[in-house]
């Protein structure tokens, strides 16, 4: 029997990376590495990598929600205040019931939080932007009642060790970011439940004549959209040891733009964890060159938000290509 000589082993490798959307993200990322080395040679120290992997690991576990999320055609604009309100929960509960019990009361929490959010857009027909949106803003209204406007406590020890700590020269919170990452690769691309997320998002009637939930499975990526942004809340308590009001604000739009820059069709049916992953570290690479520049706050956020819209304007060039 003849072997099957499928068209991708005839491309050459240029082709092949010319193809393959996430491979030119990865080069993408050591490409804007090597360029900041050569800016500051500090950033080329094994140190300074750790530290970069360390900060990019709490967007990139907000981010794996906004993926679940925009894969079907969604997008998940709570994820700043419901991190934030994981984060003060976290650190005010340990005091008064331990760690343990306050990291399950938490996801709990953050899981019932992003089933409203998935009811108001399954059942309801809000528009997400619109259901995300409001919800933040009842998250951001109960973090303020919760905390009195002062959060209180610290973070546990061991939540400590993960966000600070290191196993084998290797930090723990890289390491734990690389275990949600593989769960949610095997999640998106070994289960049904993973097919039917690309299929709701390529095509929902399509979706729903197949015998697919569209409503089970638009409920579900916000659940764990939520859930994905509470345990970033407590990974980034263990880093800094507190928790403040405020914290999640700086991933808002980080997330989404992670997401596109990671090759994920903004409209929903394409792309995948692999590239966010990506996205997230070179977002956190463009943050050293412009601290290097000494580029403001307000430049950075400019920056994200041009960076969304070359790239909605890209696909929907493509859109009408097709």
């Known amino acids: 029997m003849l072997p099957v000589v499928t068209e991708s082993r005839l491309l050459s490798p240029w082709k092949k990376i010319r193809a393959s959307v996430v491979l030119k993200v990865y080069l993408t990322a050591i490409a804007l590495y090597i360029v900041s080395g050569l800016m500051e040679r500090n950033y080329f120290t094994l ?3 750790m530290d970069t992997l360390v900060l990019a690991s709490f967007l990139g576990i907000v981010a794996m929600g906004q993926t679940l999320v925009i894969l ?8 700043s205040y419901v991190l934030n309100f994981g984060a003060v929960m976290m650190t005010q509960m340990t005091t008064e019931h331990g760690g343990i019990a306050a990291a399950v009361i938490v ?3 953050g899981l019932v939080i992003g089933v409203l959010n998935g009811i108001g857009v399954a059942y309801f027909n809000i528009s997400p932007l619109i259901m995300t949106l ?23 020890h061991w939540l400590r060790f993960l ?35 690309y299929a709701l998002g390529n095509n929902p009637y399509t979706s729903y004549l197949s015998g697919v ?11 764990l959209s939520s859930l994905f942004a509470v345990l970033a809340g407590m990974m980034m308590t263990g880093f800094s040891g507190l928790s403040y009001l405020g914290m999640g604000d700086m991933l808002l739009l980080p997330s989404v733009a992670a997401v596109v820059i990671g090759g994920t069709s903004i409209l929903g049916g394409m792309g995948g964890y692999l590239g966010t992953f990506a996205g997230a570290v070179i977002i ?3 943050q050293s060159i412009l601290t290097i520049v000494h580029m403001q706050d307000a430049g950075r956020q ?15 060039r493509d859109s009408k290509r097709n």
């Open 107 to 109: 996801c709990l929490t």
């Open 302 to 316: 400019i920056l994200y938000g041009l960076v969304i819209l070359v790239v909605l304007f890209l696909y929907g």
């Open 134 to 156: 409001g919800m933040n803003s009842v998250v951001k209204g109960l973090s303020l009642i919760y905390t009195n406007g002062t959060p209180k406590g610290s973070a546990p």
């Open 47 to 49: 140190q300074h990598l």
């Open 284 to 286: 956190y690479i463009l």
């Open 163 to 197: 966000g600070t700590g290191s196993i084998l020269g290797i930090r723990t919170a890289i390491l734990v970011w690389i275990l949600l990452t593989l769960a949610v690769v095997v999640l998106l691309m070994k289960t049904t439940f993973g097919r039917r997320i």
């Open 72 to 79: 079907t055609g969604g997008i998940d604009l709570s994820i």
């Open 213 to 223: 939930n569209n409503k089970r499975i638009t409920i579900s990526v916000y659940a």
